[in-house]
C-alpha cells in the first residue's frame, strides 16, 4: 500500500480567463511582472507557509512524514515543497532529497508559465533538490504552438506515477504538483473528482498492483490545441 500525499502549487493569475488564454498566457510577462515559469507570489509564499504549519499539527497527532519527495520542474511547485517542509524535514542532512520530476508538469504548450527553467537554472535555485535520471539541460516538451489535451495530459502523469511505483519502495510519498496535474493524477487513479484549493493538500492510499505487461493497444485521444483568438482588444480592455 502507498500512501500519497499531493500539495497543490500556489499560482494566482493576474487577468481574467480570456485575456490570459488569448494573449497574456503566450507572453513571458507585462513589463512590471515575469509569470514564465512564474516565482511565487507573495499570496502563494503565505498559502505554502499555512500548508507548513498545517504539517507542524498533523505530526503532533502523530500522522507519519513523508519518505519520498516529488516535485514538478517548475519553480512554483519546487518553492512550494522547499517553503513547506524546510524546516520540518529538509533541514536535517538524513532526510531524503526532493526529486525533481518532468513529467509531473502542469498543462505542457503555449503557456509560458508553463515552460520550465534550464536544469543549471533549477540546480543554483534549488541546491538541495535532485534530478530523476535522464532530466534534460533545456525543457523538451513546451511549444507555443500548441497546448496538451487534458487526457493526453492524463497519460503522462498515468506514466509518471507508474515510473514512482515502479522504482520507490517506500510507504509514504509526497508529491508536490499542480491544479491540472493533481486532478489527473486523482483519475487515473480512480479517485472520486476532488479540487483542491491553491496550497491545499490530500491524502491518497494506492494499492499498487503489478501486472504482467501488455502489448501496444490502440487508443483514441484528443488533439492538441492552439491558442484562442481574442476577438477584442487586450490592452485596451484590462
Known sequence: MEMLTFLVE????????????????????????VWADAELTNIGITEAQRANIAWKDQIKADVPLPESYYSSP???????????????????????????????????????????????????????????????????????????????????????????????NNTYISITAHSGAITSMLQVLGHRPFRLQTGGMIPVVVKVEFVPERGPTLTSVSPSYGAPSCTTNPITNL
Open 74 to 168: 517548475l519553480r512554483r511547485a519546487a518553492s512550494t515543497l522547499e517553503i513547506t517542509w524546510k524546516d520540518i524535514t529538509l533541514n536535517n542532512h538524513k532526510a531524503p532529497k526532493p526529486i525533481v520530476k518532468e513529467k509531473l508538469r502542469e498543462t505542457i504548450g503555449i503557456h509560458t508559465c508553463d515552460r520550465r527553467s534550464s536544469r543549471t537554472e533549477i540546480a543554483e535555485k534549488f541546491p538541495e533538490f535532485v534530478f530523476e535520471k535522464g532530466f534534460l539541460e533545456n525543457d523538451p516538451y513546451w511549444t507555443l504552438k500548441w497546448r496538451e489535451p487534458n487526457d493526453v495530459r492524463g497519460i503522462r502523469l498515468g506514466e509518471a506515477l507508474n515510473d514512482i511505483f515502479a522504482h520507490d
Open 10 to 33: 500556489c499560482c494566482p493569475y493576474f487577468y481574467g480567463t480570456h485575456l490570459w488564454d488569448c494573449h497574456w498566457s503566450l507572453l513571458d510577462g507585462n513589463g512590471t511582472s
